[in-house]
């Protein structure tokens, strides 16, 4: 067995919004209007919200919870992912933390 997770986007028996197009860390991926954009990076086969001290984090909860989805999103940090519907030409990047010591 692969150590290997990886999502898979649901197909079959699933009515989807339009095919949209937005940018993750400047690269464009393909989503679907309806998607939150956490749904729509795992989907991309990105697990990675976010870092601490440099180690990468994914999302946790799913469900606006945990607060381990935070990301910037079109220039505002630390929104919450997991909630935040994909849109259009959106730009999403990775947040980096660092603890304080």
């Known amino acids: ?19 949209i197009e937005f940018y993750f860390d400047g690269q464009p991926l393909k989503a679907f209007k309806g998607e939150t954009i956490a749904a729509a990076l ?8 976010r870092t601490m001290d440099s180690q990468p984090l994914g999302v946790y909860c799913n469900i606006g919870i945990c607060h381990s989805c935070l990301m910037t999103v079109n220039g505002v940090r630390s929104i919450r992912t997991c909630r935040t519907p994909v849109s259009q030409g959106c730009q999403v990047e990775t ?3 660092e603890r304080t010591k």
Do not use: K, P, T, W
Not at 1 to 19: K, P, Y
Not at 42 to 49: I, K, L, P, Q, T
């Open 1 to 19: 067995m692969s150590d290997e997770v990886r999502a898979v986007r649901l197909n079959s028996g699933i009515r989807r919004g339009e095919q």
């Open 95 to 97: 947040q980096h933390f």
């Open 42 to 49: 795992m989907a991309s086969g990105h697990m990675v919200a």
